[in-house]
């Protein structure tokens, strides 16, 4: 198994990846999951919970899968807008929970950016 080397050290518990090549369960090849757990060294596999697509994930919620037949998909990221509107949503919380707790909310600082001056001139 020498070429999956240096795949299996790019692969770690959590890496988003498709399986490829699969002969023996061919029907999984082109399903995509994340690897659950670390390499097994005794089987040669790492565990992975298969997202897509739904039927196969409903069906084998969990492989086992070489090396090999990995391979890694790159990590998804939170679109800039979603990114932003949760930000908001957490400063907006922080800035309740202060509230009711009786202190100043510091959120709205943060958020004012280039016109902090004005928020210091409103007091």
């Known amino acids: 198994m020498p070429p999956a080397e240096p795949q299996q050290k790019s692969l770690r518990k959590g890496s988003r990846v498709r399986l490829v090549g699969l002969q023996s369960m061919p029907f999984l090849n082109g399903a995509e999951g994340r690897i659950a757990d670390s390499f097994d060294k005794?089987?040669?596999?790492?565990?992975?919970?298969?997202?897509t697509p739904p039927q196969v994930a409903a069906a084998y919620p969990s492989v086992s899968v070489r090396?090999?037949?990995?391979?890694?998909?790159?990590?998804?990221?939170?679109?800039?807008?979603?990114?932003?509107?949760?930000?908001?949503?957490?400063a907006d919380y922080r800035d309740q929970a202060d509230e009711e707790d009786g202190l100043e909310p510091s959120a709205k600082k943060r958020r004012a950016g280039p016109n902090f001056d004005i928020l210091k001139s409103v007091r």
């Open 42 to 51: 005794e089987t040669g596999t790492f565990p992975v919970e298969l997202h």
């Open 67 to 90: 090396p090999n037949n990995l391979e890694r998909l790159a990590p998804v990221t939170q679109p800039a807008t979603t990114r932003a509107w949760s930000q908001r949503a957490d």
